[in-house]
């Protein structure tokens, strides 16, 4: 837990599937791709969520094609594109076809007018540090909307990234617990298990800045996505910090069958990444780990984010 949720402090890291067959067809697919009339096209990997899509020409992101890609992101919540190899170029054009990228807040810390992307690199001395489930920045006021990971380096087994479907996890819900939910709120923090990693890797005044300026945040246990206007129990892992209003043990039982609720694999969708595939996912409606079964075997992944709405995150 403590060591995923640093991650996405410090160091990230994410997504994989198992499937897959086949770069010489995508090397015909690209080679043909020079015409501007193609139309990407989604395949349903998943149950719920989790796209393979294919007919992207990344240097020639016209608006048409983006405002399709989003269409996508919307439907599937997860879309993986296989063997495009982005330069940071790239895969910078392709996080503006959605919006603004963001910056970490530690990024901004060390500088107000820092980069956007976060390289997450394992090692024998850098172990993986995602493997627990969480959705990203739920306390920060202006939570991301989109995560994009570029497959750099992959292991020969494992490190996959696993997704779960939060309109599934409020779906599953028996209509009593769902109207239950609708009527709780839950108090999010960043909480020790960022912090003490962030005082060990950036230091005292690093952590301090982060405890200071994002105090705890409320959110309602149920959201309706801004964009599709569908349902979400929304799950942040460790950054749950307590229902409002409960008393302690009330609220301990409640985050506790939450936590547990998540781990049916019935709204789960896996990718094993190859090198050079990119993902993206939509963070408002999904929770995500990175398993670590590929320690200690090199991975290397580099990430950027796409900004979202103030609007949605606080009540
Ligand atoms: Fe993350």
Same mark, same amino acid.
């Not at 990228?101 to 530690?106: E, G, W």
């Given at each position: 837990?403590?060591?995923?949720? =640093?991650?996405?402090?410090?160091?990230?890291?994410?997504?994989?599937?198992?499937?897959?067959?086949?770069?010489?067809?995508?090397?015909?697919?690209?080679?043909? $791709?020079?015409?501007?009339?193609?139309?990407?096209? =989604?395949?349903?990997?998943?149950?719920?969520? *989790?796209?393979?899509?294919?007919?992207? &020409?990344?240097?020639?992101?016209?608006?048409?094609? =983006?405002?399709?890609?989003?269409?996508?992101?919307?439907?599937?919540?997860?879309?993986? %594109?296989?063997?495009?190899?982005?330069?940071?170029?790239?895969?910078?054009?392709?996080?503006? /076809?959605?919006?603004?990228?963001?910056?970490?807040?530690?990024?901004?810390?060390?500088?107000?007018?820092?980069?956007?992307?976060?390289?997450?690199?394992?090692?024998?001395?850098?172990?993986?540090?995602?493997?627990?489930?969480?959705?990203?920045?739920?306390?920060?006021?202006?939570?991301?909307?989109?995560?994009?990971?570029?497959?750099?380096?992959?292991?020969?087994?494992?490190?996959?990234?696993?997704?779960?479907?939060?309109?599934?996890?409020? &779906?599953?819900?028996?209509?009593? $617990?769902?109207?239950? /939910?609708?009527?709780?709120?839950?108090?999010?923090?960043?909480?020790?298990?960022?912090?003490?990693?962030?005082?060990?890797?950036?230091?005292?005044?690093?952590?301090?800045?982060?405890?200071?300026?994002?105090?705890?945040? !409320?959110?309602?246990?149920?959201?309706?996505?801004?964009?599709?206007?569908?349902?979400?129990?929304?799950?942040?892992? *460790? %950054?749950?910090?307590?229902?409002?209003? $409960?008393?302690?043990?009330?609220?301990?039982?409640?985050?506790?069958?939450?936590?547990?609720?998540?781990?049916?694999?019935?709204?789960? %969708?896996?990718?094993?990444?190859? !090198?050079? &595939?990119?993902?993206?996912?939509?963070?408002? /409606?999904?929770?995500?780990?990175?398993?670590?079964?590929?320690?200690?075997?090199?991975?290397?992944?580099?990430?950027?984010?796409?900004?979202?709405?103030?609007?949605?995150? *606080?009540?």
């Amino acid at each position: 837990m403590e060591k995923g949720i =640093a991650i996405d402090i410090n160091r990230h890291s994410d997504p994989h599937h198992y499937s897959h067959n086949d770069s010489h067809h995508h090397s015909t697919m690209t080679a043909t $791709m020079t015409a501007t009339t193609a139309t990407p096209t =989604a395949t349903r990997i998943g149950t719920t969520i *989790g796209a393979v899509v294919e007919g992207v &020409d990344f240097d020639n992101l016209t608006p048409e094609v =983006a405002e399709h890609l989003n269409e996508l992101v919307l439907e599937h919540a997860v879309l993986i %594109f296989e063997g495009v190899h982005a330069s940071e170029d790239q895969q910078e054009r392709f996080a503006r /076809c959605f919006g603004e990228p963001y910056i970490y807040p530690l990024t901004r810390y060390a500088n107000p007018d820092g980069d956007i992307w976060t390289e997450f690199i394992d090692t024998p001395d850098s172990p993986p540090e995602a493997d627990v489930w969480h959705t990203d920045l739920t306390w920060v006021p202006d939570q991301p909307k989109f995560g994009i990971l570029s497959a750099e380096e992959v292991p020969e087994t494992g490190g996959d990234t696993m997704w779960a479907d939060l309109y599934a996890a409020y &779906d599953s819900l028996s209509p009593v $617990m769902q109207e239950i /939910c609708e009527n709780l709120n839950v108090m999010h923090q960043i909480g020790r298990n960022v912090l003490d990693p962030v005082e060990r890797n950036a230091g005292f005044a690093a952590a301090a800045f982060l405890r200071d300026n994002y105090p705890e945040i !409320k959110h309602p246990l149920v959201r309706t996505h801004p964009e599709t206007g569908r349902k979400v129990l929304l799950l942040a892992g *460790g %950054f749950m910090k307590c229902v409002e209003g $409960m008393h302690p043990e009330e609220s301990d039982l409640v985050l506790k069958y939450l936590r547990n609720h998540i781990n049916d694999p019935n709204f789960h %969708f896996g990718w094993r990444w190859k !090198k050079g &595939d990119l993902g993206i996912w939509d963070e408002r /409606c999904t929770n995500h780990r990175g398993l670590a079964n590929h320690y200690p075997q090199y991975r290397k992944m580099r990430r950027c984010t796409v900004r979202g709405s103030k609007q949605f995150s *606080g009540i």
